[in-house]
């Protein structure tokens, strides 16, 4: 499956025009990864969005006590470390390649380049970041007042159900182990 | 009070981010003013919110009411807004907005900013990056507040401290 193909299989990119995809396409770097390769440190600061080509990728989040939890397993046409083209603000979960996989990558400096090369093709894109932002402020407003009203622990995880992967609950997710054996 | 594209550029520079008076121009064609007395509510919780309130001059108060309990979430002073998630994306209120003055407010339809997108994307665009800066800062904050809760083990379901309430809406 190639970059080209899995863009324009995903929603947010059906209203570019075939030249505007490839504009987005020519800014991502596409490459091949190693079983357990991190994209993404929690904690860290980030610079690159990425989307999955081919294969798996999954999000976890440490605990105090060192326990691994699995937030979520992705995979190809998903999406994740969106926020960083808007800020420098720290990754709120690991990313790690599960098996082989193919994954691109749009560095902020390259995104900013697209608003010069392909204004078109880079304001679909900032919109399509724009609307996940909302989706997830709006579950985490909904989970913030249920909390704030007492609601139980079971209906403010339901509120963060569709929420992006970095922005998961721990509790409820599968343990994975212990912070040695991922690393 | 009508006011002028310098005078909207010199309110709310934050959404301009080419300081060009030739973009205040442009978006100010697409306000409608809307003046409120004080106490009036603006948008109840559970409403349908489509658009962009900026706040020209007056203040507002976003609170939250359930069983008979009221919660005071924040402030609105002039120079800020409310409404950028019904900005970009039409849904449902997340808590009650009022104002406490008289107040005038600059109102952008949903509908008026996918026309600005398309005929001014450059605008558009400027506005829209601010408005994400903000909402990636308010996601950041209070979704680590609700995590932090969920995953402490000695959950506390007591009433919110003052600083619970602050970034709803």
């Known amino acids: 499956m190639s970059l080209l193909h899995t863009l324009g299989n995903a929603p947010d990119f059906k209203n570019l025009s075939a030249n505007e995809l490839e504009g987005v396409e020519a800014a991502m770097t596409v490459r091949v990864y190693r079983d357990g390769h991190v994209f993404i440190r929690e904690g860290e600061p980030g610079d690159s969005l990425f989307l999955i080509i081919e294969g798996e990728v999954i999000a976890t989040r440490k605990a105090k006590d060192g326990s691994v939890t699995l937030l979520a397993r992705m995979a190809s046409g998903d999406l994740f470390g969106l926020l960083a083209l808007i800020d420098e603000g720290p990754r709120s979960a690991s990313c790690t390649a599960m098996g082989e996989v193919i994954v691109a990558s749009l560095p902020r400096r390259r995104f900013e380049q697209l608003y010069n090369s392909q204004a078109a093709a880079a304001y679909t894109f900032q919109y399509m970041i724009a609307r996940q932002l909302v989706r997830d402020v709006r579950a985490t407003n909904e989970a913030l007042i249920r909390q704030m009203l007492d609601y139980t622990e079971v209906e403010v995880h339901a509120a963060l159900q569709n929420v992006s992967v970095e922005f998961r609950p721990s509790r409820g997710g599968e343990e994975i182990g212990d912070d040695e054996s991922t690393q | ?169």
């Open chain 2, 1 to 169: 009070m009508t006011l002028s594209p310098a005078q909207l550029l010199r309110r709310f520079p934050r959404l301009f981010p080419s300081g060009q008076e030739e973009d205040a121009k442009t978006l100010l064609r697409l306000l409608n003013p809307l003046r409120l007395p004080a106490g009036e509510v603006l948008i109840e919780r559970g409403d349908l919110s489509t658009s962009l309130y900026l706040l020209a001059s007056g203040e507002l108060e976003t609170d939250l009411t359930e069983s008979g309990q009221r919660l005071i979430l924040g402030q609105v002073k002039p120079g800020s807004w409310v409404g950028e998630l019904a900005l970009i994306s039409p849904g449902t209120a997340a808590a009650r907005i009022r104002t406490v003055k008289d107040s005038t407010l600059l109102v952008l339809s949903h509908d008026a900013f996918s026309a600005l997108r398309l005929e001014h994307p450059r605008v558009a665009s400027g506005m829209l990056h601010t408005l994400m800066l903000t909402l990636v800062e308010r996601l950041r904050s209070s979704n680590a507040r609700v995590i932090r809760r969920l995953d402490s083990t000695t959950l506390q379901l007591t009433r919110p401290e003052a600083d619970d309430a602050q970034g709803i809406l």
